[in-house]
């Protein structure tokens, strides 16, 4: 993609390009701008060399397109350090050159080049580049993706393979978004952000390209938990019900799927959602108690030490920092 040298964007604010720097001068000035401009990210540089660092952002309305250039890295998300007033995002991640290993939500894929994966800035994650690597995301309003396509959460972290065909497709659009979107009127931008959430229909994991009855329990017992996981009380056993098998051979199938039982899964899911209402400005006056009962925990003490164990911090001191920033 050496096209990508052919700047995007006449906006400085907008760009970031550390090759006019000294080298001894580049990681620092790499680490400042992508916290600048990513609130929430930490960056270990793994380079004595320090060879690239470009970034170019073109507005999409309420999204944007992000094309990066990096040098070896370590990058870390950390949504407790983003500003309560900032939209979450949204992201697919497109590897056009190198390598990048993601992780999010106990899920692990190594993207190479054509490979694409969602991210999601509700909860912590992870990218890992050991050498140099080109990535375009295509970053869109949180709420407006998952309102149109709720199914989009499920697939953060997970492979979406260059191999299959509905992957090429949606990879090429985003390219050709990357020229096209600099040229386009204000409205026009605003519209192609709504098509591209639609076109997200077509993104294929690689997890779903196996169509056996197995797989396809585990993509039923995952939905189940989505719809269900706020009532109290709700009991793995009535999942794998739900399913037509045994709790221990849906435990198997999810563990083989996601790396976690099914207890698991519906315990990560309800403590995810109650970290997004504690963060939620319209749900500030709710008691932590409140919040707890919403997502189907049935005890506000349990809820705090499970809470704690995963975000390391309490629900009261999490919100508190959403409320300082």
């Given at each position: 993609m050496s096209q990508w040298q052919t700047s995007c964007t006449d906006d400085p604010d907008r760009q970031l390009d550390v090759s006019a720097l000294s080298h001894e001068r580049r990681a620092t000035a790499w680490y400042g701008g992508l916290r600048k401009n990513f609130p929430g990210l930490s960056v270990t540089v793994r380079s004595a060399e320090y060879p690239v660092g470009r970034m170019e952002r073109v507005s999409l309305g309420p999204g944007e397109l992000v094309a990066i250039n990096s040098m070896p890295a370590l990058v870390r998300y950390h949504p407790e350090s983003v500003p309560s007033h900032l939209d979450l995002h949204l992201s697919l991640m497109l590897q056009v050159g190198g390598s990048t290993t993601a992780s999010q939500a106990d899920?692990?894929?190594?993207?190479?080049?054509?490979?694409?994966?969602?991210?999601?800035?509700?909860?912590?994650?992870?990218?890992?580049?050991?050498?140099?690597?080109?990535?375009?995301?295509l970053r869109m309003p949180r709420r407006l993706a998952m309102g149109r396509l709720n199914r989009l959460e499920n697939q953060c972290g997970l492979l979406l393979p260059a191999s299959e065909p509905g992957n090429r497709l949606l990879a090429d659009m985003l390219v050709r978004m990357l020229f096209a979107a600099p040229h386009l009127a204000e409205p026009q931008r605003v519209a192609l952000?709504?098509?591209?959430?639609?076109?997200?229909?077509?993104?294929?994991?690689?997890?779903?390209?196996?169509?056996?009855?197995?797989?396809?329990?585990?993509?039923?017992?995952?939905?189940?938990?989505?719809?269900?996981c706020s009532v109290a009380g709700l009991r793995a056993e009535e999942v794998a019900q739900a399913q037509g098998v045994s709790r221990r051979r849906l435990d198997q199938l999810m563990r083989a799927a996601l790396g976690r039982t099914v207890c698991q899964h519906l315990w990560a899911?309800?403590?995810?959602?109650?970290?997004?209402?504690?963060?939620?400005?319209?749900?500030?006056?709710?008691?932590?108690?409140?919040?707890?009962?919403?997502?189907?925990?049935?005890?506000?003490?349990?809820?705090?030490?499970?809470?704690?164990?995963?975000?390391?911090?309490?629900?009261?001191?999490w919100r508190a920092v959403r409320a300082l920033n």
């Open positions: 899920r692990e894929c190594t993207l190479q080049q054509g490979d694409m994966c969602l991210m999601d800035e509700c909860s912590p994650f992870q990218l890992s580049g050991e050498g140099c690597s080109q990535i375009l995301f952000i709504g098509s591209a959430i639609h076109m997200l229909g077509l993104a294929q994991p690689v997890d779903d390209l196996y169509a056996g009855t197995e797989h396809r329990r585990v993509r039923h017992a995952i939905e189940f938990i989505e719809r269900n899911r309800r403590l995810a959602r109650a970290s997004a209402d504690l963060r939620d400005p319209a749900q500030r006056q709710a008691s932590i108690a409140q919040v707890a009962f919403a997502n189907g925990f049935e005890d506000a003490a349990h809820f705090t030490r499970a809470f704690k164990r995963i975000q390391g911090v309490t629900p009261t001191e």
